[in-house]
């Protein structure tokens, strides 16, 4: 027969030195110099032999010992182990605050939150100062700002194929940078469980099927060169218009309205009245030295009209550029407002300058509503370099360029 064991008593509990004191039922006080703590020993429902803590002396006293003990006892008669339980309500717990703190973090993540905080982990580490700028200013120039402050969770495709459409039409090849930007961006979320679709990776063939027979034709910017080259050799008033048109990015009715006056005494700027413009806001634009060549050529020709008809004191006709395109084999390859679209290709395409310079310079009015959040001579400086970069790219004017001019 075993040794009967003496049940402790509150006084032992306080005075007893070191060593593991039993109590019966496999309780017992542990004491570790200072340290006096409970510890339950029993034989778990699988067979193996536990041992579970029950907390210190100066928190459980003898009674509430013995009572936690028996709950406990009792807890395995039942066939559940105290120590698994304790296991799964702590991973259970522990589970139950990931969530809440990821529901937390996608309240905050909205679209704009979740490009920047990929932009400075991805793209700013490893691309240039400039290309790094440009990368996150044409997602916030171009993706409405009401999407942007969306939860990317909630984030649907049919806003960004709304938003991505009408610059698809015009520039295809910005609108796919940009959805494919986006694209990363939401599969960097999704990994971060901030997101659980991609609905830029959705609408990539929707984005494709917008584009029909109706955009306008545009010669690859990697052919301007030579087509500039070729249009100097033309005579008449309507090439060096098209030439002009060509090199400062503008459209037709601008072109083809301009008045002397509205030049800079130095002729360096020319000022497009917002009457004349498609938004209704004044445009200025920052001629290059190969612009202002053209201006020096048809000088003297009117005395109001920059490129004067021939029919008499009134500007040309829109046709005379598109015969001009006819005359030179080109109308089947290019419209003239297609050559718009190769200076916004070569632009976005080569990272020439941030999205909203590029969009100033060629007067799309949403532009105009970034100008007052930035340096404004900064803002001028840019579009000024991006315009003299784009008419080095279209061919400098070299001595074998510079023919007599004849009125058409």
């Excluded at 986006?182 to 959705?202: C, G, M, Q, S």
């Excluded at 005494?265 to 000022?271: E, K, N, S, Y």
Aim: proline share 4%.
């Amino acid at each position: 027969m075993g040794k009967k064991i003496e049940l402790l008593t509150a006084l032992d509990c306080k005075t007893l030195g070191d060593g593991k004191h039993a109590d019966g039922l496999g309780l017992s006080l542990i004491v570790r110099g200072e340290s006096r703590a409970w510890a339950l020993r029993y034989t778990a429902p699988d067979g193996r032999r536990r041992d579970v803590g029950l907390g210190a002396l100066a928190d459980v006293g003898l009674k509430a010992a013995r009572d936690a003990a028996a709950d406990l006892r009792d807890k395995v008669r039942r066939g559940v182990d105290p120590l698994a339980e304790r296991a799964a309500q702590r991973e259970a717990a522990e589970a139950e605050r990931i969530r809440k703190q990821s529901e937390h973090v996608a309240e905050r993540a909205t679209l704009l939150r979740v490009i920047r905080d990929y932009h400075a982990a991805h793209v700013e580490p490893k691309r240039s100062a400039k290309h790094s700028a440009q990368w996150i200013a044409s997602v916030e120039a171009h993706i409405p700002a009401k999407t942007l402050a969306k939860p990317i969770a909630d984030v649907e495709a049919s806003e960004l194929l709304d938003a991505l459409t009408p610059l698809y039409l015009k520039v295809p090849e910005t609108a796919r940078r940009i959805r494919q930007r986006l694209e990363v961006a939401f599969d960097w979320a999704i990994v971060r469980k901030l997101a659980k679709e991609n609905p830029a990776r959705v609408i990539a063939t929707q984005l494709r099927q917008q584009r029909d027979g109706a955009h306008h034709k545009a010669l690859p910017f990697g052919e301007i060169a030579a087509f500039v080259r070729q249009l100097r050799q033309q005579t008449g008033t309507a090439a060096r218009a098209l030439e002009f048109l060509i090199l400062t990015a503008a459209r037709t009715g601008e072109v083809l309205g301009m008045t002397w006056d509205e030049i800079s005494p130095a002729g360096d700027v020319w000022t497009v009245p917002g009457a004349r413009m498609k938004a209704g806001e004044p445009h200025v634009v920052y001629l290059s030295d190969a612009a202002r060549a053209v201006l020096a050529r048809v000088r003297g020709l009117s005395d109001r009209y920059v490129f004067r008809s021939p029919a008499g004191d009134k500007p040309l006709s829109s046709m005379a550029l598109l015969m001009q395109l006819e005359r030179m084999g080109m109308r089947d390859r290019t419209t003239v407002h297609g050559l718009r679209a190769s200076f916004s290709t070569w632009a976005y395409e080569g990272d020439k300058a941030r999205a909203d310079v590029i969009e100033a310079t060629l007067a799309h009015s949403e532009a105009d509503k970034v100008k007052a959040a930035y340096n404004r001579a900064q803002f001028a400086e840019d579009r000024k370099k991006l315009l003299a970069e784009w008419a080095q790219f279209a061919g400098p004017l070299t001595t074998a360029d510079v023919i007599p001019f004849k009125a058409a």
